[in-house]
């Protein structure tokens, strides 16, 4: 848990970033002992159960995006990522609080997460947009992501875009703030094992070359 940060990509926008948070990325007892010492027992117990269930979620739902592909389970076992013991993640805890400005401020700036998928839990406050691209209804524009209660959010990150060879889209998206709400969210990133490279898989483009190059 190396504690509590912003976001260093903020500075390059114009809009000011309203938020704080910090990530977990592997136990968070020693940290939250030294940042809560009378009360951490709680927020260890639940950060290692929410972990542990949403682990499984992720890894299941990369098992079933593959088999949606066309692999075979014997493919799947060769894959980057068929292994799901090797799959490595990392938790991001954010509060955007209420923000007296927020025409002039933005919760998270827009980008794309760089890894392979990423489960997304948001309390009761909306505020996560994805850009909807031009269509036939109007230009792009920054759309708001209905808050469906008991509903967790599934992003796809860069690198299964790159692995999917663009089955599987990455999503454009950021989180706006307002004048009276605070509002958490806590993401849980999946990545591949660091001493693999990630390129299209071979099964996807036969009799065509890969849209995307390999990357580290």
């Known amino acids: 848990m190396p504690g509590y940060g912003g976001v ?3 500075r ?17 007892l020693e940290h ?4 809560w010492p009378d009360d951490y027992s709680s927020f260890c117990e639940v950060i290692e159960e929410y972990k542990k269930i949403t682990r499984q979620l992720g890894c299941r739902l990369m098992h079933i995006m593959l088999l949606s592909l066309g692999l075979t389970e014997e493919e799947i076992d060769h894959t980057a990522i068929g292994d799901s ?3 490595l993640t990392s938790m991001h805890l954010n509060s955007y ?51 469906i209660p008991g509903t967790l959010v599934v992003n796809i990150g860069d ?13 454009l998206h950021r989180a706006v703030v307002n004048r009276t709400d605070q509002r958490l969210s806590a993401g ?15 099964l996807l483009t036969t009799g065509s070359q890969p849209v995307y190059k390999s990357v580290a």
């Open 85 to 87: 013991n090797k799959i």
């Open 159 to 171: 690198l299964m875009h790159v692995l999917s060879n663009g089955r599987f889209h990455n999503v």
């Open 12 to 28: 390059f926008f114009p809009k000011f970033t309203w938020s704080e948070g910090f990530s977990i990325t592997s136990s968070p």
């Open 188 to 202: 849980h990133f999946f990545v591949p094992p660091v001493d693999v490279n990630m390129g299209p898989l071979s």
């Open 32 to 35: 939250a002992q030294k940042l």
């Open 97 to 147: 609080p209420a923000c007296p400005n927020p025409e002039r401020a933005l919760g998270l700036v827009p980008h794309t997460d760089p890894g392979l998928v990423t489960i997304l839990y948001q309390d009761g406050v909306s505020g996560l947009q994805v850009l909807r691209c031009k269509d036939g209804n109007g230009p792009a524009r920054w759309v708001t992501v209905p808050l």
């Open 8 to 10: 260093p990509s903020a």
